[in-house]
């Protein structure tokens, strides 16, 4: 069993050394066991056999002449070369290529020589990687190593298996993009034009009014405090106090988020539910009646700006018919219907198209036809091998298209009056409040990137594609 | 029999036949739009000039579905379509009295036998005329017009008289292989009529000049079939003619349109209900709405092409370096755009324009700011296939530096699907305009844009709702039509559907 592991963990650090990336981590990791190790190497390393072959072997080449006429054979092809093209280029020019080549080549050839008669004699090349290696082959040296070096074992055992791997490096990826948008976000603020110390205090405030006001929100410290202290508070969840109204900036997302997400995902439901047969019938009938009729309206839902539908049917149903209430509120479950369809048209719409396209893309693929001329009926060919492959680019537009949804949900919320998170941001920004602003847009990019995250990971599982590719590379 | 199975065949392959079913079927359910507004539920009285519109539009419809039995008989009984049935489409033509673009766009080509993009273009060009003629038309209901306005009806008249001649003589002259040389002159007075904004009028003059002038016979055969792999899907067609109006009509607005009764307050005149005076009605200021929609439309094609060129190109540019350089280069600026990407474009611009405040300038910035990632990774994608290529590694084989490589062998080569996906986004655009601007965050509120004059009508929207509908209507149609030219455009340049 233990052997396993370890020749596990020699493979993964053989292929480890090939990206710098990870031979610069892992070195990292390992930091105080490679220190130890590396003065054990130096103090054990006394065969130099490598070193004198290769200045024997320099010797013979040069004595040869081997130098000379790579120079030779590199000037005439440079020359040649200049000549077809009708370059101009002086000789010098030429010269100084040539010898560069030539040299390069020389020693690629000199090491290379010296390879094959070490191997020949059955002598390798003493490399401090190759005394890490050959060390991880023996489980003793693992048991004492175990303490020091865990962060790195632990490295090397997540690069061995592909899935582990990949969902590592996504979440890496994830973490840097959300300390980017924290980044991005902050630094769009700060470089603001506008005060809004002489916001919020009006025109009438003095000078040290303001300067207090900057003092207890620490608007007046240098822009790196500043965004350490706000990336900070994001990790923390503790954004300290909105410039208005002094409310604590997390609490009241928190208070603001469900809400939010309450309606998104109703929409998204709402669209899977309602686009995905819709695809499904349009791409079985391309062309006819039926399939045009569902494009245009899809078309037509894509095209429909969000508040102009929500007030449009705030006019039908609420004013009109008075089947529904015309703004949302909590206890009331009816309210809670327009929004969610105003939200999830845009979707809907796309996702339907998408199906369709992806469908009518999947039917003429190669294995369509086999499952065909092996008998199989029309909707044993659709259920079996159709749907779930046209699924897979249609769940990624879903992840995708959730980002834009809850952007939108802003403009939704606005015409609906409901307190969400999206018309939290909009309220505050006339000031502007930059840690409400801040913390709304970035707890929503951090849903966002988690989502998209999900989907990724949920694929390296399903899709038999990026399980085979995972597995090569 | 087998005769009458080639006939069938021609009926299912017959432009004409389609297009006769597709334009009864809308004529049909606009006249029906119109049969429900034309009856007020509340107060149960019928409104006189909307009932007409359904009536007219109901008799075309009608004499439409006549037009498209006439064609399928035609086309079983002889495979062709008989002259007496091609007249039928100069009686149709007078639908173009009620504004239906459908039915007059098609009766023109159903006059006409020999379809070249030219002759399409010509119709095109003379129905926008037209339709701007119409629409400036109206001005002159009103008490006052501006000083320019008789001089500009004018030349405009002109101008639709010098088009209509062209059409004639692109009608009976030009053949698939016959462009005379003569030609010439007259195309270049019609390409010169699109400073108007009518683009069609360019395209006719372009295509003119192009195949009386050149001598590549490929380099035409290429240019015939993109346009009429394009002019055959109907739809996308009349977006083409929707935009180019909207286009035309904000260049000529400046001539033909009192910006005072858009911006100026007017109380004696206050929240008036449409009527020709005021066609769409008055807002809270006494402002006439409809003039507002007019100049509303400048701004939403202005911000709609700033919003796409920019992040096009400065995407396509980050894009094309990524595919085409190591995997280093590529890794950085994919997994910087890939910040901006995780931040959904609407609540950028809203964090954009709270810092540095709400304005035309800075919502075109802020819009474009947020479709940089797509636009990168469309051109990345199309970049690493191309430099695939064969003729990219002849032209290094050749010695061609980086940059002539990027801008004249593979950026060529790659511009089609950026072209497609930037029809597609200008709608986007458009929406989230109007969408910023109804939150207050978009153009500035004195600014008669079409989400400012939604965010008036949404506080009137129990007591006059037309003040929140047409603004709506407005900003649909021209998404919609940009949706429709971008999906013909993929379907026309997209190599896989060949």
Do not use: C
């Amino acid at each position: 069993m233990k052997t396993g592991y370890s020749s596990q963990l020699q493979k993964s650090f053989r292929e480890a050394q090939r990206k710098s990336m990870y031979r610069f981590l892992l070195y990292l990791a390992g930091l105080p066991l490679h220190l130890v190790l590396f003065v054990i190497y130096v103090l054990k390393k006394k065969d130099n056999t490598y070193e004198v072959t290769l200045a024997k072997v320099e010797q013979e080449l040069l004595k040869e002449g081997r130098e000379k006429r790579y120079l030779a054979e590199y000037a005439d092809q440079l020359r040649r070369k200049a000549e077809f093209f009708q370059e101009q280029s002086t000789p010098e020019k030429i010269q100084r290529q040539a010898e560069e080549l030539s040299a390069e080549r020389f020693k690629r050839e000199a090491v290379q020589i010296t390879d094959e008669r070490l191997a020949r004699d059955g002598v390798r090349r003493e490399s401090y990687f190759g005394y890490v290696y050959s060390l991880l082959g023996k489980p003793a040296f693992l048991v004492i190593s175990l303490l020091p070096g865990l962060i790195m074992y632990a490295l090397l055992f997540l690069r061995s298996n592909p899935f582990l791997k990949y969902i590592t490096e996504r979440l890496v990826q994830s973490v840097f993009v959300i300390i980017g948008v924290g980044i991005l976000v902050f630094s769009i603020l700060y470089i603001s034009p506008f005060d809004p110390a002489s916001n919020i205090l009006g025109e009438s405030a003095t000078n040290e009014q303001i300067a207090a006001f900057n003092r207890i929100h620490g608007l007046d410290l240098p822009y790196w405090q500043q965004l350490w202290s706000a990336l900070k508070g994001i990790a923390t969840f503790d954004l300290g106090t909105s410039f208005t109204g002094s409310e604590n900036v997390a609490s009241s997302i928190a208070n603001k988020f469900p809400i939010t997400i309450t309606i998104a995902i109703f929409s998204v439901l709402m669209a899977i539910v309602i686009a995905i047969p819709v695809g499904i019938l349009s791409a079985m009938r391309p062309n006819t009646i039926l399939d045009m009729t569902f494009m245009l309206i899809a078309l037509i839902g894509l095209s429909i700006p969000n508040f102009w539908q929500g007030l449009i049917f705030i006019l039908g149903f609420s004013i009109k018919l008075n089947w529904l209430p015309a703004t949302y509120s909590p206890g009331n479950a009816l309210s809670i219907i327009m929004p969610v369809i105003v939200l999830g048209t845009g979707l809907t719409a796309s996702i339907a198209r998408m199906m369709r396209s992806s469908l009518l893309e999947i039917v003429h693929e190669d294995y369509m036809i086999t499952a065909r001329a092996k008998g199989l009926t029309k909707s044993q060919m659709l259920w079996k091998h159709a749907v779930g492959n046209a699924l897979i680019p249609v769940v990624t537009v879903i992840g995708l298209l959730f980002g834009g949804m809850l952007g939108g949900a802003a403009v939704t919320e606005k015409v609906f009056n409901i307190k969400g998170i999206g018309s939290y941001i909009v309220d505050k920004q006339f000031i502007p409040d930059i840690p409400a602003i801040m913390g709304g847009v970035v707890y929503i990019a951090i849903t966002i990137s988690l989502v998209n995250l999900f989907i990724d990971i949920m694929y390296a599982f399903l899709d038999p594609r990026i399980r085979s590719k995972m597995k090569q590379s | 029999m087998k005769e009458n199975r080639i006939n069938r065949q021609a009926v299912i392959l017959s432009k004409e036949y389609h297009q006769a079913n597709f334009t009864w079927i809308l004529t049909l359910l606009i006249s029906l739009l119109f049969l429900m507004n034309s009856f007020s539920f509340k107060t149960g009285e019928v409104k006189p000039y909307v009932f007409a519109l359904f009536g007219a539009y109901l008799a075309t419809a009608l004499l439409q579905l006549f037009i498209a039995w006439r064609i399928k008989r035609d086309l079983l009984l002889s495979g062709d379509i008989r002259k007496g049935t091609r007249r039928l489409g100069y009686i149709q033509l007078v639908s173009l009295a009620t504004g239906n673009v459908f039915t007059a766009s098609f009766s023109l080509h159903l006059l006409n036998k020999r379809k070249t993009p030219e002759y399409t273009f010509a119709v095109y060009t003379v129905l926008t005329q037209l339709f701007v003629i119409a629409i400036s038309a109206l001005n002159m209901f009103k008490p006052y017009v501006t000083d320019t306005f008789p001089m500009a009806m004018l030349l405009l008249l002109l101008v639709l008289v010098f088009q209509v001649v062209v059409l004639a003589i692109v009608a009976k002259t030009i053949r698939e292989d016959n462009y005379p040389s003569s030609v010439g002159i007259l195309a270049l007075l019609t390409a010169l009529t699109a400073i108007t904004g009518n683009l069609f009028a360019l395209l006719l003059g372009g295509s003119l000049l192009l195949k009386s002038r050149s001598t590549d016979e490929s380099r035409i055969a290429k240019w015939n079939t993109m346009w009429e792999k394009i002019t055959r899907n109907t739809m996308a067609v009349f977006g083409m003619f929707f935009i180019i109006l909207m286009l035309t009509i904000s260049v000529v607005s400046r001539f033909t349109f009192d910006y005072e009764v858009a911006v100026e307050n007017d109380y004696g005149n206050i929240l008036q209900s449409p009527s020709l005076v005021y066609p769409f009605g008055t807002d809270n200021f006494g402002r006439d709405v409809f003039s507002r929609i007019i100049f509303g439309a400048r701004i939403s094609l202005l911000v709609g092409f700033a919003a796409t060129l920019i992040p096009a190109v400065i995407g396509g540019f980050l894009g094309g370096i990524a595919g085409y350089y190591s995997n280093r280069t590529d890794n950085w600026i994919m997994r910087l755009l890939d910040v901006l990407y995780a931040i959904p474009g609407i609540l950028l611009a809203i964090a954009i324009i709270a810092a540095f405040g709400a304005n035309t300038v800075n919502l075109i910035i802020a819009l474009s700011l947020g479709s940089i990632p797509t636009y990168a990774r469309t051109m990345r994608a199309n970049v690493l296939m191309v430099s695939n290529y064969d003729f990219v590694d002849s032209a290094r084989a050749l010695g061609a530096s980086d940059f002539s490589i990027i801008f004249r062998q593979i950026v060529p080569n790659s511009l089609a699907p950026m072209i497609v996906k930037a029809t597609l986004t200008i709608g986007g655009a458009v929406i989230a305009t109007s969408s910023l601007s109804y939150l207050g965050l978009g153009v500035e509120p004195h600014i008669p844009e079409w989400g400012n004059i939604l965010r008036v009508g949404s506080t009137y929207l129990e007591s006059h709702s037309y003040l929140a509908i047409f603004p709506g209507l407005a900003i649909i149609l021209l998404v919609l039509s940009f949706n429709f030219l971008g999906d013909g455009l993929r379907d026309a340049l997209d190599p896989r559907l060949d």
